[in-house]
């Protein structure tokens, strides 16, 4: 017998109060044979994702089914049970084992990631179950979706800060044909290279495997959106567009090395190589780009306070976000390296006062 598999699991407060959610259904999809749901009192969102999985494939073993297709929204448990993901985390390990385990009862098994509103029945009996893992826990419970987020505890530091900052974990987008032969790369839109799309995928898997993630927002350009995009796959998430955290208008140097770029203009690429105000021909200085990215922080701050966020952007925005929390002159734009597909992090209190915690990783490439 063959049968479709779909489970869910969630946490309000990455850890906090936990739930899961499994549905078995016949191979057509039109009847349910059994369903699950179960409080773990307080996990992460990853724990009760894999729980919900377990939970799944005990029904379907118990059914007698000979074959099973599960259907998921958590992009990570898909791709470790694929094998295409490393388990590195030690509280996944054990629940990933018994899984594999569970799995080896079926003679064929297969597992596909959907977006969430396409796991609905599971979602309902996750949530239903992370209300009832809140009230034993004595608190509020939301009325929606699971809270995916983890919220950054920041004890007061040398700023004196105190209070949980917006928490910006700062992505640069994957490898493009432009950078690969160091052109300048603004407003013009090339896609990913393979390997982009596989820097892309590593950094998703990392922070899936992080998890407390409460949104992704994304430079609409195409190879920020696409780098987003995966790592919103992986976090079961929506990847909102965010007009101002677009790269630097490079003007007439777009698609020039930084020679062919000094050799056109050489006196005014020297100036801009040390005066912020100072815009390639047709295009926008970094004291107008700073402007922008400015007001897309302070969007960020006040939709999102309190939360961790990721910001999918280009190497000039990233370092603008970088020198404001800071506090930092322009100076530092020039000094500052970013590699493709990197990491950096960034925490903005509601006082003004700010924090860098990373800068330049690139340990999961």
Do not use: C
Not at 176 to 188: A, C, E, F
Not at 304 to 313: M, N
Not at 323 to 331: N, T
């Amino acid at each position: 017998m063959k049968v479709i598999i779909e489970a869910d699991g969630g946490s309000r407060g990455n850890p906090g109060p936990a739930g899961y959610g499994a549905v078995v259904r016949t191979a057509d999809g039109a009847a349910v044979l059994a369903e699950t749901k179960e409080a773990i009192g307080r996990a992460t969102n990853n724990v009760a994702e894999y729980r919900g999985l377990l939970a799944g494939l005990d029904d379907a073993v118990r059914l007698g089914a000979s074959e099973a297709a599960v259907y998921m929204d958590s992009k990570l448990v898909v791709e470790q049970m694929s094998g295409r993901w490393k388990v590195k985390h030690p509280d996944l390990a054990e629940l990933h084992a018994q899984a594999r385990k569970l799995a080896s009862r079926f003679d064929r098994i297969s597992y596909t990631w959907i977006p969430r509103e396409r796991n609905s029945h599971a979602d309902r009996l996750a949530n239903e179950a992370m209300d009832a893992a809140a009230t034993l826990n004595g608190e509020a419970s939301p009325v929606t979706e699971p809270a995916e987020t983890v919220a950054p505890q920041s004890a007061p530091g040398w700023t004196g800060a105190r209070g949980t900052p917006t928490r910006m974990l700062l992505l640069r987008h994957g490898q493009t044909p432009l950078s690969v032969q160091r052109r300048y790369s603004g407003r013009g839109n090339p896609t990913l290279t393979e390997l982009g799309r596989r820097q892309a995928e590593a950094a998703a898997g990392y922070l899936a495997e992080r998890g407390g993630i409460a949104a992704v927002i994304s430079s609409p350009l195409q190879r920020a959106y696409a780098t987003a995009g995966a790592a919103a796959d992986a976090l079961g998430l929506d990847v909102t567009v965010d007009d101002d955290l677009i790269e630097t208008d490079f003007g007439a140097w777009e698609g020039l090395t930084f020679a062919e770029a000094a050799e056109r203009d050489p006196e005014l690429h020297r100036r801009w190589l040390r005066d912020t105000s100072t815009a390639p021909p047709g295009g926008e200085s970094f004291d107008d780009a700073l402007a922008r990215v400015q007001r897309a922080r302070a969007r960020i701050i006040a939709g999102y306070p309190g939360a961790t966020v990721l910001v999918v952007s280009h190497v000039t925005p990233i370092k603008m976000l970088l020198r404001l929390a800071l506090d930092a002159g322009p100076g530092i734009l020039y000094r500052l390296h970013l590699d493709l597909a990197s990491l950096s992090i960034a925490e903005f209190y509601s006082d003004g006062a700010s924090s860098v915690r990373l800068v330049n990783q690139t340990g999961y490439l």
